[in-house]
């Protein structure tokens, strides 16, 4: 469908005003919100995140697809339950206890959104208990932890133990990442995964999210 | 996986050649490739294996201990003492000048044992304030303590030292991603061209403007005494238009002023994948750049033909004292060096806690097995 195309288009020029207009002449045309979200918008945002993976545009490409990508969601929420759209399920994020660093974190949770889930933003300097409380009161079925520090990267064995310890390892799927971070690393605490960029992670997120009980 | 036979590391002949390698900024016909790993005081914890924290600053005599220990080791393990011994007494030190990030509302902190700069402004209309009050402040005033004048002269005639200059400052779109966030930094300059526009001029204005203060201080000027470098790691977040825009005037403006020459430094540190700015970089001629472990020597060449390449060994493989990728990536790095020229062997990055001495004579094996002309 043409509407959703350019949707799609727009969108990943990062177009957010044209992509709000089109996303609410869509829902005018009485487009399925199903629709709208999956072959519009997330559609969108899965080229910019492909092309980002391949260096064919950089973070800030991906900043404004992301904006114009939210600005369009804005007008779908309300009616994501009547239409029954679900989400891929809940993951939250965040950067390790003592680490500042945001910009890497952001990128992945801009990346898991334009792949449908829906995301809680903990922020930087995270406490290893708030990413466990969080994915307990909140259902989330990844925790994801972002390192910039070699002096923070060892935070994150921290969170593995505290879920180990709050009896929610089974439940939930540990994904780590950053500069310093490595697969091996990754092996070393326990976690279930490590992805090198951004994009990679979110579709790392969609195989450990189908892969839960 | 392929076994890997290395002859014997020369220490002896290592250091003799090496010293040779680094004539006429490392582009030379010399026997070897330069190495440019001389570690830093933070490898001392791991190494001798003692406690403390790498990036907080620490008791001078407990400095001077740990670093003759570890010159110690190092003596055994690559025939040299790599690390300062001799610092001066606290009495020596002059007050502390401010900083950039300061003069830009922001502070400089330790949060878990690294310094950060804070946040100081949120959004635009945040951001115009700041460059009002910026443009109005009297930057002499601003930067230097009340007592600077009778603790000058004070240092000057106990210990002979004159101030510091400043010729080497965090880059403009780091010092601006802390200033107001990178998000909004990246929105401002998409958003409110014009505004990023004056932000920018602001930090040329501001960074010429310490400069020219501290060589007053220091009883010098930009023709007396020329280079000057930047460390911008974040540059790597911007488009190329972006980076035109707000990253690169500084860079040209400063470098105007202090580097006119075409041997006078112009450095650059960026320790990301900021490949994709390249080509705007090549336009300032750089004679001199460490950048991250994904931009390497046939591109970096590319672009700046008479830059020195500090690099480009991935530090965190470095700092895992992966022999195998150690060997792998510093045999490429001087089989590129014999090609370009110009290759001085380090770390894509600052060395990290952790790297250990028998891995920088791992690194001194591999270049005298692979980073040797043929014998002239």
Redesign the interface.
Known sequence: MQLLSDISSQLQIGKAKVVQELVQQALDQQVPVKDILEQGLLHGMSIVGAKFKNNEVFVPEVLIAARAMNKGMELLKPYYEQSGVESKGRVCIGTVQGDLHDIGKNLVKMMLEGKGFEVIDLGTDVAPETFVQTAMEKDCGIICLSALLTTTMSAMKQVVDAAKGAGIREKVKIMVGGAPVTDEFRKEIGADAYTADAASAAEKALELMESLP | MEVILLKELNLERFWEDEEKAHTNNCFNDEAQIALGIRMSDECVFDELQEPG???MPIERERRIELNKRYNDKAERIVGKRLLQENFLPLEAQLPYVKRIGEVFGGQYIY????E?LTQSVHGEQELEALLDRVDKLDLRDFLLPKNWEQEKKRVFERFGLKPDLMRHIRGPVTLA?SIMG??DL??L??DEPDLARRFSDTITKVTLGIAAIMDEEHGTTADETRGFSFADD?C????PA?YELFGYPVLRDVFKVYSPGKTDKRYQHSDSAMG?LLPILGRLDLNGVNFGPTVLVPDIRKHLPNARIDGCLHP?DF??NDREQIIAQVRRDCEDGLKYNGVNIATAGSI???SSLNSMRLVMQVIQNYGRRKER
């Open positions: 924290t790498p990036w949060h878990n044992e690294t950060w991603c990178a998000e990246l929105f300059i998409l974040n790597c977040l911007l488009n972006m994709h965190m700092m895992r990290n806690n952790g």
